[in-house]
């Protein structure tokens, strides 16, 4: 049932547009917001919501709010804060790395409802055994004549961190859904922000404590509910930092003759090899240890990409 109500709206539309379709259902809510203004991303998101109600059901629409509405309105709440800066004029109170790290936390909070509402379900396990069971089904129903033994030993390992995996997805697809439509909303609509300068990420103090203690209750945890809470949470806290590293690239690649060319062929391998993302995410945390860009990428001009 988990899984079946997060996958019913692409069902409901069918083939590969509908899975197009629910990885950019968020895109109008983000354009809207960063085009009209907060309140309108409020009733875009309540307009949607009763869309979905009445062609699907409340299940979907709920799974709709959490997933895309509600992070959506975040997003676009805290980037549009102002404060009054010294010359009276408001300045951006809310920097996008730090945008980024409330988002991930929000999935992080959705993640430890989620493990508590399955508390004393599936035995001890929970979610975990939940996440086992829906795996193991569904590598059965291809993979028929697969070892029942050998599949069930997999998937277990494979749920142990697949709440990681689904968050990261999650993030990344929040924040593309966030970046395009800052920019739709530039093209089509009056930008209520300046589009950032990516490659000048920065992002909250704070968050590394987050990772560390994330990844204290995994190692103290292990092998329990709280050892799963953790670990996932650790990796998924972990994103915001794969970020920067892009962020530090990006920087970096400014002092490149062929800049484009460089940036490519960094994309290209992270997406081909999938493994360069580690890369990436220990360059975030180095970055946020010594900073990178302040000692090797010096002064550079506003840059957007």
């Known amino acids: 049932m988990l899984f079946r109500s997060g996958l019913a709206i692409v069902g409901a539309v069918g083939g590969p547009f509908g899975l197009l379709g629910a990885y950019f259902a968020a895109l109008p809510l983000f354009v809207v917001g960063f085009g009209v203004g907060r309140e309108a991303c409020a009733m875009a998101m309540a307009a949607a919501a009763v ?3 009445a062609a699907l059901s409340f299940e979907e629409t709920l799974v709709f709010l959490g ?10 709440w805290l980037s549009l804060r102002t404060r009054a800066a010294s010359g009276g004029a408001p300045e951006w109170s809310v920097s996008p790395g730090t945008v980024v790290a409330w988002l991930v936390g929000y999935g992080v909070a959705a993640f430890v409802v989620l493990v508590l509402s399955f508390a004393g379900e599936a035995g001890t396990a929970g979610l975990e055994a939940e996440l086992a069971t829906e795996l193991n089904r569904a590598v059965m ?14 998937t277990a390992a494979l749920a142990r961190y697949f709440p990681a995996v689904v968050l990261a997805s999650w993030t990344v697809m929040t924040s593309l859904n966030a970046v395009i439509g800052m920019r739709l909303a530039g093209r089509f609509l009056v930008r209520l922000r300046p589009e950032p300068a990516w490659s000048q990420l920065a992002l909250p103090s704070g968050l590394m404590t987050a990772v560390a203690a994330a990844s204290f209750l995994a190692l103290v945890g292990r092998g329990t509910t709280a050892g799963f809470v953790g ?11 794969v970020f920067m590293g892009f962020a530090v690239a990006h920087a970096l690649a400014a002092r490149v003759g062929p800049r484009r060319l460089v940036l490519w062929g960094l994309y ?13 995410a220990a360059l975030g945390f180095v970055e946020d240890w010594i900073g990178v ?13």
């Open 51 to 53: 869309v979905i109600a």
């Open 67 to 76: 997933a895309q509405g509600l992070p959506a309105g975040l997003v676009v």
């Open 141 to 154: 129903a291809v993979a028929t004549g697969a070892d029942p033994d050998r599949v069930e030993a997999v």
């Open 231 to 241: 670990g996932n949470a650790a990796l998924a806290l972990c994103v915001p930092y």
């Open 268 to 280: 290209v391998a992270v997406l081909l090899l999938g493994w360069p993302i580690v890369v990436m």
């Open 293 to 305: 860009r302040r000692r090797y990428a010096g002064p550079r001009s506003e840059d957007k990409t």
